[in-house]
């Protein structure tokens, strides 16, 4: 059983640039969220999909933004990258949507340059 | 805001110690989660608590979720080197949105 897979491993932008962070869910789940971790902190969220639509937003700028295929994949956008948003991308699903118990894949390390 | 504040920050002990790590809140939250996380890997799920009072035990590791359900509690006995890693709490806020703390690094030394 697959757990929740990401892509790419490692980014590397430059500012201006746009990236786009793949997310495929555990087997049998249908809510994806997304979350920041800059380094030494703890995850900030980001935003969650369910059924193909942003049921939550966190506290980040439209310049990111998001999507939820049928298959329960989902990706993050991120528009006119700034030095700020270099850090690790997680992406964690869960089987019920609000379900408190979420399982994180890898991330995503963008380093924006 | 709800904030989960994790204390200590750092922590360093030898290999055979005990130790616990705290996660607090003035909030109340209807179930906590921690998580260890690895460098360069996502949070891995140790455990879920839910009722107040309640202890969860996963071989050496006890958490306990205060009676308040404000804050929690994990013991560690008997650390070895494979319990290196940092430890994150997490939560969900009363927007149902989850929130997690900046976590304990936990470094034990053989």
């Known amino acids: 059983d697959a757990g929740v897979t990401q892509s790419p491993t490692h980014l590397i932008k430059t500012r201006g640039q746009q990236v786009t962070l793949r997310c495929s869910p555990k087997s049998g789940h249908d809510t994806v969220s997304w979350y920041q971790q800059a380094l030494g902190q703890g995850p900030q969220f980001i935003f969650q999909y369910y059924e193909e639509e942003e049921r939550q937003r966190g506290n980040f700028p439209d310049r990111f933004s998001g999507h939820q295929f049928p298959n329960y994949s989902s990706e993050l956008n991120v528009n006119a990258l700034l030095l700020g948003d270099s850090a690790l991308y997680l992406c964690?699903?869960?089987?019920?949507?609000?379900?408190?118990?979420?399982?994180f894949g890898p991330g995503t390390r963008l380093t924006v340059t | 805001t709800q904030l989960l504040e994790q204390s200590p920050q750092f922590l360093s002990i030898q290999e055979g110690e005990n130790l616990t790590v705290y996660c607090n809140s003035s909030?109340?939250?209807?179930?906590l989660q921690w998580y260890r996380q690895e460098p360069g890997e996502g949070p891995v799920l140790l455990v879920t608590?839910?009722?107040?009072?309640e202890v969860k035990k996963l071989k050496r590791l006890t958490f306990q979720f205060g009676d308040a359900r404000k804050d929690s509690s994990l013991h560690i006995t008997a650390a070895q080197p494979g319990d290196t890693g940092l430890y994150l709490c997490?939560?969900?806020?009363?927007?149902?949105?989850?929130?997690f703390g900046k976590g304990t690094r936990l470094h034990i030394l053989p």
């Open positions: 608590v839910v009722t107040g009072g």
């Open positions: 964690a699903s869960s089987p019920i949507a609000g379900g408190p118990s979420q399982y």
């Open positions: 997490a939560a969900e806020n009363r927007d149902d949105k989850i929130i």
């Open positions: 909030s109340v939250f209807s179930s």
